[in-house]
Every structure is written in structure tokens, then in C-alpha cells.
């Protein structure tokens, strides 16, 4: 006679769907780009991972878990083509053009990863334990930049990254790709063309 005793992985003794949690992290980010964190609920997130609301809890403590393992999911996957990026620039040039091509067409890529982005700021912002997440996030964002700039340049690189992603993301009228070539040049400088244009420090006295 089979046990009635549940083992790990399943529940009264039957196998769960394997992919159930993976479902439930990706309707949840579904539904938070749709109507944000505050209209986040169990309720809606399993209707859209199409399971019974039950096993919700099973797989999550509760909706602080749930959302904290879909930002991560978001963040991560967010920073894997950045990181792909900078990791297949071979020289100078080649990483600057890496750099333009993520704030052109790889950040904020749709709507919903702006959304994401800015549910997830506003939430770090309000809330120390999620900002975790951000720090992992930038921290790969800057060693990323960093296999080609020194740590000054890559952290500079990032907040360029950040501020003109969001400004050509929300702003009405369509910008120029060259304006972002033209700010990272000035940024991200060879280092023989920075020390020939290095101011030169004043004589003392």
C-alpha cells in the first residue's frame, strides 16, 4: 500500500508540476508590469500562471518572497546581455560601441522593462531588503564595464548608462543615437588622449 506520508518535491504524495514556481515568477512580473506593485496580488498572479491559488503559499512564504524572486529573476536576466556585451568588445572602440549599444537598444529593449525597472527603483527606494537586488545589479553592471575601464570610468559608464536610458525612454520626442556616442566618447576616453588632455596643475605659489 503507497504511503499517504508527502515527500520532498511533492505534495500528498503526487509529483508537482516542475515548472509551476518558474510560471508563478514570470505572471508575477507579467502582472506587475500591468498594474504595478500595489495592484500585485496571489489572486491575480495565479490566474495568470494559470494555478489554484493554493499553491501560492507552497512555493512562496508570501508576497514579499514572491516579488523578491521576480526582481531578481528581472534584474538578472536584464544584466546578461550587458555583461555579454562588454565581454565580446576585444579592444577600446569596440567597448564604447558595446557601451552605446546597450543604452540604445538593449535597456529599456520594451515597455515593460521600463515599467519593470521603475516598479523595482520605487520599491528599493521605500525598502532597504530589496535594494540587495539593485547593489547585485550594479555591481555586475560595473565589473562588466570594467573588463575594458578603470573603476573611475565604469562607474561613470553606469550612471550615464542609467540617466540616458530613462531620459530617452520617457522623453516625447525621439533623440539622436549620436548624442549617446558623443557622451561616451567624452566619458570613456583612451587613456594616452586623457593624459594628453589633462589640465596642467599650476605652478605653485
Known sequence: MA????????RRGRRNDPERRDRIIDACLDVIAEAGVAG???RKVA??????????????????DLLHEAFTRFAVTGSEQFVR???DAA????ARAAVVAIITE???????????????????????????????????????LELHFDPETARQLDALI??????????AETRDAAEVVRAVERIAVPVRTAALIAPTPLPEG
Open 3 to 10: 504511503s499517504d506520508v508527502a515527500v520532498p518535491g511533492t
Open 40 to 42: 500585485t496580488s496571489h
Open 47 to 64: 490566474e495568470a500562471a494559470g494555478v489554484p491559488l493554493g499553491s501560492m503559499t507552497y512555493y512562496f512564504a508570501g508576497m514579499d
Open 85 to 87: 556585451r562588454m565581454s
Open 91 to 94: 579592444d577600446h572602440d569596440s
Open 106 to 144: 538593449d535597456v529599456f529593449g520594451s515597455a515593460r522593462d521600463l515599467v519593470l525597472t521603475h516598479e523595482l527603483y520605487t520599491l528599493a527606494a521605500r525598502r532597504a531588503e530589496y535594494r540587495t537586488i539593485t547593489s547585485a545589479w550594479m555591481a555586475r553592471s560595473r565589473a562588466a
Open 162 to 171: 542609467e540617466g540616458l536610458t530613462i531620459h530617452r525612454a520617457l522623453d
